[in-house]
C-alpha cells in the first residue's frame, strides 16, 4: 500500500508491519519498488519459486549432478561437531550404532549416535521404553559447551509411571556430554531440558 508520496507499509503474515521510507524528492521509486517485492512475493506459481530455479544444468554434463542420498554423511557430520572424536588423547564419548537392518530402531536413520558408556543392555532396555524404540539419540554437539541436543520418541510410562533406570542413564550421560565420572561439583551444575514437543 502507498500511504504516502515516499512511503511503503507492507502488512506481513507474522503480523509484523514493515515501513519503508524513501527520499521525498524521489517519489518514483515508490511504484518501482512495490512492483519489485510484488513479483518476488507473488511469483506466479511454484515453479518460478528459488527452489525451483535452482538446478543443476543437465544439458552438457549430467554425471555433475550429485546423488542425493549421499549427500548427508552421517560419519563426517559427527566427525565435524567433535561427537566422534576423542579430545586431548581420550578417547571418543560418543560412537555409531549400525541400524542399517533398522533392527535397532524401526523409523531411525541407518546410523544414529549414542554415548559411548551406555552398555548394551542399557541400550536394549531404554529402547524398550521408548515408544518404538525412538531413543533419544544425538543429533547436534555444541563446539564450545560440548551441550548435546537430542531426540526420541515419549517415554512409555503410561498410567502406573513406570520408569526406566537404563533410560535414565542415558539421559543422565546426555547431560554431563557423555562422561560417566564427571565431577559431582561439575555434575551438579549441568542442566538438564526435556521439550516435549508433541500437539496439544
Known amino acids: 500500500q502507498n500511504t504516502a508520496a515516499a512511503h511503503i507499509v507492507i502488512w506481513c503474515k507474522d503480523l509484523r508491519i514493515v515501513c519503508i521510507a524513501f527520499n521525498p524528492k524521489q517519489p518514483q521509486l515508490v511504484p518501482k519498488i512495490i512492483k519489485a517485492i510484488g513479483s518476488r512475493a507473488f511469483t506466479g506459481g511454484a515453479k518460478k519459486d528459488i527452489a525451483f530455479m535452482y538446478k543443476f544444468d543437465l544439458k552438457y554434463n549430467p ?70 524404540k525412538r531413543l533419544p539419540a544425538l543429533t547436534w554437539r555444541c563446539p564450545a559447551t560440548n551441550a548435546c541436543l537430542t531426540r526420541s520418541a515419549q517415554p512409555m510410562a503410561g498410567f502406573t509411571g513406570s520408569r526406566s533406570a537404563a533410560d535414565e542413564r542415558l539421559l543422565d550421560l546426555y547431560r554431563t556430554h557423555g562422561h560417566p565420572d564427571m565431577p559431582p561439583d561439575q555434575s551438579q551444575l549441568q542442566a538438564l531440558y526435556l521439550l516435549d514437543c508433541r500437539a496439544m
Open 63 to 132: 554425471s555433475l549432478v550429485p546423488n542425493g542420498w549421499s549427500i548427508y554423511d552421517p560419519q563426517a557430520e559427527f566427525e565435524r561437531q567433535g561427537a566422534l572424536k576423542g579430545q586431548n588423547g581420550n578417547q571418543p564419548l560418543f560412537f555409531m550404532i549400525d541400524n542399517t537392518a533398522f533392527k535397532h530402531s524401526p523409523t531411525y536413520p541407518a546410523k544414529f549416535v549414542v554415548p559411548l558408556h551406555l552398555t548394551k543392555n542399557e541400550f536394549k532396555d531404554a529402547a524398550k521404553f521408548r515408544s518404538k
